[in-house]
């Protein structure tokens, strides 16, 4: 009998994943030292994780924003982020019609972009909406 193709998808993931460790552990980009392989394999579980919220657990029917870079989560920090915002990230249908709810706070600036997908796995290259907390109808509880 043939493996489902999950199955197929999740040993390549696996397989793909063993390898990562080369980036900082040979050639030009070698780290040296016990404390900076250790951060890259700290780094490794961080992107590992943060792939399987953002994708394999999505669910574009019902939604929800995860942390992805946050001051309280140094667990999901990586890139070159502002270290004082928050970001969240939610995977969404295009088909599909969706409400927004939350609260500002104190933010300086709050907005809530879209970007599109090229194909499947791919980095946006666009942005396809964006709404600013100045364009939001804010309510006295401080809700939108």
Known sequence: MSSP???DAWRELLSAFADFDTQFLEGPKA???QTAVAEGYQNLATMLALSLDMHFFADPVAPRFIDTLTPFRPDR????DNTDCYYGYAVVDPRRTYRVSGRP???VMYSVTVYNEPEPGAWPNR???????SDMAIGDDGTF
């Not at 920090?77 to 070159?80: A, L, Q, T």
């Open 77 to 80: 920090r990586w890139g070159g």
């Open 127 to 133: 942005t396809v909406g964006l709404l600013y907390d």
């Open 5 to 7: 193709e999950s199955a």
């Open 105 to 107: 706070n104190d933010s």
């Open 31 to 33: 780290v040296r030292g």
